[in-house]
């Protein structure tokens, strides 16, 4: 019983092959690239609408220099929307609720943003790791806790992402087998609990979007620190 719980998180595969790499290609399928020759419509106009507030969401706490990521931080916050938002339908699988896949996203933009921050400004990047005014006997131990917390930084990126989406997933699921079980034995009992069900969707929905956001916006942040 408890296997099948975690089977919703299991990489599908065919013949063998997974296919995982589809369901991360899928999202892309979803969002329309109008050229000169369509008309815009209403689905094209709130691409176009969305798209425009995450970049200027993300692109608040970065100077002129860091604008030059907003492609690339803007893109990732849709794949990670259309990622999570997929997720929550039937007999899909997420993606994000595997922790390699995260950590391959955060390590390497993580990794991105330090080499910036070291090539610019090598001084102020390093200086990070030492408060100004801190006392002598204390630098040692400060540099190796402010050396700890920035390399754990991808961890707790990909980890934030991972636990949450799985913890939601798990809740939903639970609950649901709860409600089939008690359909035929306390009709009454069922009936609340597919509200709660309900309930729990939409925060699930709603937790989506807050996930992927925050996921970008604490890179935007990094990013910031070493601009």
Not at 63 to 69: A, L, P, V
Not at 170 to 190: D, F, M, N
Request: glycine share 4%.
């Amino acid at each position: 019983m408890n296997l099948s719980f975690f089977d919703q998180f299991t990489s599908p595969c065919l013949l063998g092959i997974p296919l995982i790499l589809i369901s991360m290609l899928f999202p892309s399928l979803l969002l329309i690239t109008p050229d000169n020759r369509w008309v815009t419509n209403r689905f094209t106009t709130l691409q176009l609408w969305l798209s425009n507030l995450i970049t200027k969401q993300l692109m608040i706490p970065l100077n002129k220099k860091g604008h030059k990521w907003a492609l690339i931080l803007t893109s990732l916050m849709m794949f990670l929307l259309l990622i999570n938002l997929l997720g929550l339908l039937p007999y899909t699988f997420t993606p994000t609720t595997q922790l390699s896949m995260n950590m391959a996203l955060a390590f390497p933009l993580w990794l991105a943003t330090l080499l910036t921050g070291l090539r610019n400004q090598p001084s102020a990047s390093l200086g990070h790791l030492l408060p100004e005014g801190t006392p002598t006997p204390l630098i040692p131990a400060l540099i190796m806790i402010e050396t700890t917390s920035l390399l754990i930084r991808p961890l707790a990126l990909g980890v934030r992402l991972t636990a949450n989406l799985t913890a939601g997933h798990l809740l939903i699921q639970l609950i649901s087998t709860a409600t089939t079980a008690l359909l035929p034995l306390i009709p009454a009992v069922s009936i609340l609990t597919t509200l709660i069900l309900l309930l729990l969707t939409l925060l699930e929905v709603a937790v989506a979007m807050i996930q992927a956001y925050v996921f970008v916006l604490l890179l935007s942040l990094y990013l910031q620190e070493n601009i």
